[in-house]
């Protein structure tokens, strides 16, 4: 059976006011323009798994100011994100940006032992939403590696600008994306090793054959330069 089935068409969802109760770890409160899927993404975990979390039979309908359980992460609230921002766009040109977006190097709480994902021509993102992610440029079909081990909590290409996809999750507070791979090698729910080969290289939802990689804590992406091993 499919682990997970994209949902792409955009909820219709009624408005109605916002308790204002203060949330508790592992709670959401439903934003005006939300939909499940980015609820989802923003958290790490898949439509699925939210909608089993949260007794869902019919996931077009979710209600603004509606608190949701979620997996990890910190409280949300109405009209905000409070876990995290969407994803950036990480399609790319194959034209290099002149210079870096001005934007400070975020670190997390604790560190995390990571390895590069792969063996390729490095560059920090260029965009203001990109500049705490990495590319790495080789050929096609090159090896993508888990950077550390962890569960796949997503395995698809339903999201825009990313192609093929998978987000890793390592521990309740670490994910690292994976975008624009040629294949992928493993499915969501796979339990992987440090290092183990989870995709190949591509260039799907872009135009340059290249990996879009980043880490993120609590949602929130922070510098992955600061963790990744010095070439």
């Known amino acids: 059976m499919k ?7 955009t909820l219709s969802i009624a408005a109605c006011g ?18 499940l899927t980015q609820i989802a993404r923003k958290h ?12 869902i039979s019919n996931p077009n309908r979710i209600h603004v100011g509606q608190v949701l359980k979620v997996q990890g992460g910190t409280a949300g609230s109405a009209g905000t994100v409070a876990s ?8 790319s040109s194959t034209v290099q940006q002149p210079a870096p977006a001005k934007a400070s190097s975020v670190a997390a709480p604790r560190n995390i032992n990571l390895v590069w994902p792969a063996n390729g021509t490095s560059r ?13 440029a ?13 569960e796949v909590a997503y395995a698809g290409d339903g999201l825009r600008g990313y192609g093929n996809m998978l987000l890793i999750r390592h521990d309740a507070n670490f994910l690292t ?4 791979n040629e294949r992928l090698l493993v499915k969501q729910g796979t339990r992987v090793k440090q290092g183990q080969e989870i995709a190949t290289m591509g260039s799907t939802g872009t135009n340059a054959v290249q990996l879009y990689f980043e880490l993120r804590y609590n949602g929130k992406p922070v510098d992955a330069l600061r963790y990744l091993p010095k070439k």
Do not use: F, W
């Not at 995290?84 to 399609?91: R, T």
């Open 44 to 55: 790490g975990q898949s439509v699925r798994s939210l909608m089993s979390m949260n007794n």
């Open 18 to 35: 916002s308790s204002g109760k203060k949330l508790s770890e592992g709670q959401y409160r439903v934003a005006k323009g939300d939909t």
């Open 177 to 180: 994306v994976y975008a624009h």
């Open 84 to 91: 995290s921002g969407p994803l950036p766009n990480a399609g």
């Open 138 to 150: 080789a050929a096609r079909g090159t090896p993508v590696r888990a950077a550390a081990a962890g």
């Open 124 to 136: 920090r993102g260029t965009t203001t939403s990109t500049t705490q992610g990495v590319y790495v």
């Open 3 to 9: 682990l997970l089935s994209v949902i792409v068409v």
